[in-house]
């Protein structure tokens, strides 16, 4: 049994690993899937922390971590701001639905998503009820599908690029085999190269 000191230095040696950089696991958060995907739109170009920001909704910082957290998890060239296709159709058809499982709101009004939004609603019947995002302006009434990151509904409705990869992405996270499928076959022909 370890006396009172040789407990608390055990504590302590516990509490150091995990504040040794070198021990710190890589966490994608949802906003950097945000990020990312609005990286993929903008592969002609390097976009900045500040347009990124202004483009989703969220502080620069919170972009720049994220473009960080997305470099060390593998999915984008951090230099360049470039994605990385074949890592980010491998996340996205293998991890996504694991990482940010889809949550269900109820009935509610909102901005379509899944199969009921582009590009995906031309392949589908929409139901009386399609997933949608809650929001305020949104002229949907549907089940809500709580979006990936809270700032996707204004910044999808803002670009109609970003607002196709985020209701394919939630396809892929919500939907049934076969929305999956589809969605997983057009990220698929987005990311080729």
Known sequence: MRSGWGQE????????RFAIPEYSIVMLKSQDLLVILKLAEESEQRPTFPYLANSLGISASEAHAAVKRAARS????????????????????HAVKYMF?????????????????????????VEDLPPVWPHPLGTVRGEGLAPLYRSAPDAA?????????????????????????????????????
């Open 101 to 125: 499982p889809p949550d269900w709101e109820g009935v509610t009004p909102g901005v379509a998503t899944s199969y009921a939004a582009a590009p995906l609603n031309s392949h589908f019947r």
């Open 9 to 16: 230095l055990a504590r302590r040696l516990e509490f150091a």
């Open 157 to 193: 409705m803002r670009d109609p690029q970003l607002y196709q990869w985020l209701a394919l992405v939630d396809a892929i996270r919500a939907g049934r085999a076969r929305e999956r499928q589809l969605a997983i076959a057009e990220v698929s022909r987005r990311l080729a190269p």
């Open 74 to 93: 593998g999915l984008v060239d951090e230099a360049t701001r470039t994605v990385k296709k074949a890592a980010l159709l491998e996340f996205i058809e």
